[in-house]
């Protein structure tokens, strides 16, 4: 799993979270097959998402890219099954009638709707000690046009994918261990399809430390920027610099602290490479010339005034999107 900063994105108050994600992922996917990265016949690259997005949604977004969408879903959802095909409509009910497009109901909370499983497998884990999944084949979501669907054009599609609930019996901070439902957009699963993708999910969350390195390390958030445009530059400059850190892996030492374990090779983190970065700096090539000697400025005289503000920006409100095609025309001018 990859987990190098690659893109950032500011959004808008205006902006889809969805739609501005989906092209994010889009412009470094494309970027991966120009760097020849990915080739045809590889196996699709795997996009995992938190219950933020909508794997769905995501997914249908994504439709046209080697790409696989797999993300978790709240425990209170209610997707659908496979929708009979005609030959077992017709036979069930030998007076006719329009076959539907959806299945039976399959609700998270009840599990006298679920059936039996497409694909069932038991792993012993160190740290969650046996996790348990359950796998069903081709379960999707029945869209409405409401909410992001709204402005569909024809009729709204079936996104079908496979729904894995996993279980375990501990968890590493002591907390009850909850059910987890995720959704991959592949269908026709084995048990070692099911194992890898719940297993990568698992992943996810080192981005979590991630997140906290470059805030807290790397001081993304320290800085009082006062334009957008300086707080774009800084972030970049952050993605850089963690690049770097990755980068310099092989050549840094393990500076560890008394209470880490020694690190193999090619692994340590950006963290504990930033450590030994000072011993590593005078024998990097450096682009940018030497600095010139300067000093300050004069500076405003003691005891006046600023008389010449700083422009302050508007950081904006997210615009409230129409819930249902009444709200929206109502909403209309």
Same mark, same amino acid.
């Given at each position: 799993?990859?987990?190098?900063?690659?893109?950032?994105?500011?959004?808008?108050?205006?902006?889809?979270?969805?739609?501005?994600?989906?092209?994010?992922?889009?412009?470094?996917?494309?970027?991966?097959?120009?760097?020849?990265?990915?080739?045809?016949?590889?196996?699709?690259?795997?996009?995992?998402?938190?219950?933020?997005?909508?794997?769905?949604?995501?997914?249908?977004?994504?439709?046209?890219?080697?790409?696989?969408?797999?993300?978790?879903?709240?425990?209170?959802?209610?997707?659908?099954?496979?929708?009979?095909?005609?030959?077992?409509?017709?036979?069930?009910?030998?007076?006719?009638?329009?076959?539907?497009?959806?299945?039976?109901?399959?609700?998270?909370?009840?599990?006298?709707?679920?059936?039996?499983?497409?694909?069932?497998?038991?792993?012993?884990?160190?740290?969650?000690?046996?996790?348990?999944?359950?796998?069903?084949?081709?379960?999707?979501?029945?869209?409405?046009?409401?909410?992001?669907?709204?402005?569909?054009?024809?009729?709204?599609?079936?996104?079908?994918?496979?729904?894995?609930?996993?279980?375990?019996?501990?968890?590493?901070?002591?907390?009850?261990?909850?059910?987890?439902?995720?959704?991959?957009?592949?269908?026709?699963?084995?048990?070692?399809?099911?194992?890898?993708?719940?297993?990568?999910?698992?992943?996810?969350?080192?981005?979590?430390?991630?997140?906290?390195?470059?805030?807290?390390?790397?001081?993304?958030?320290?800085?009082?920027?006062?334009?957008?445009?300086?707080?774009?530059?800084?972030?970049?400059?952050?993605?850089?610099?963690?690049?770097?850190?990755?980068?310099?892996?092989?050549? &840094?030492?393990?500076? /560890?602290? =008394?209470?880490?374990?020694?690190? *193999? %090779?090619? $692994?340590?983190?950006?963290?504990?490479? +930033? !450590?030994?970065?000072?011993?590593?700096?005078?024998?990097? &090539?450096?682009?940018? /010339?030497? =600095?010139?000697?300067?000093?300050? *400025? %004069?500076? $405003?005289?003691?005891?006046?005034?600023? +008389? !010449?503000?700083?422009?302050?920006?508007?950081?904006?409100?997210?615009?409230?999107?129409?819930?249902?095609?009444?709200?929206?025309?109502?909403?209309?001018?």
């Amino acid at each position: 799993m990859h987990r190098s900063r690659r893109s950032a994105v500011r959004l808008g108050p205006a902006d889809d979270v969805a739609e501005a994600t989906a092209a994010q992922v889009r412009r470094v996917v494309t970027d991966l097959i120009e760097m020849g990265r990915w080739h045809a016949g590889d196996r699709d690259i795997l996009v995992v998402f938190d219950a933020g997005y909508d794997a769905p949604r995501m997914a249908h977004l994504l439709a046209g890219l080697p790409v696989e969408v797999l993300g978790r879903m709240r425990a209170d959802r209610v997707i659908r099954r496979p929708a009979p095909s005609r030959k077992e409509y017709y036979l069930a009910h030998p007076r006719g009638g329009h076959p539907p497009r959806h299945g039976k109901e399959f609700r998270f909370a009840r599990p006298d709707t679920w059936g039996e499983p497409d694909a069932a497998t038991a792993q012993v884990t160190d740290r969650y000690g046996t996790a348990r999944a359950m796998a069903w084949d081709r379960i999707h979501p029945r869209l409405t046009t409401r909410s992001a669907w709204i402005d569909h054009t024809g009729e709204l599609p079936v996104i079908e994918g496979t729904l894995i609930r996993l279980e375990v019996d501990r968890l590493p901070g002591g907390q009850d261990p909850l059910p987890l439902w995720l959704w991959s957009s592949k269908t026709g699963m084995r048990t070692v399809d099911v194992d890898y993708r719940w297993q990568a999910f698992l992943r996810r969350f080192d981005l979590e430390h991630t997140f906290r390195m470059i805030k807290q390390t790397l001081g993304w958030t320290r800085p009082k920027l006062r334009s957008p445009r300086a707080g774009d530059h800084w972030t970049w400059l952050i993605i850089a610099a963690h690049t770097q850190l990755r980068l310099l892996r092989q050549a &840094a030492a393990d500076l /560890r602290r =008394p209470w880490e374990k020694p690190a *193999g %090779p090619r $692994r340590l983190t950006p963290a504990r490479v +930033r !450590r030994g970065f000072r011993n590593l700096r005078p024998h990097l &090539a450096c682009p940018a /010339r030497a =600095p010139k000697p300067s000093k300050p *400025g %004069p500076g $405003r005289p003691l005891g006046s005034k600023n +008389r !010449r503000p700083a422009t302050r920006y508007d950081v904006g409100k997210t615009m409230k999107r129409p819930e249902s095609i009444t709200e929206r025309n109502l909403l209309r001018p």
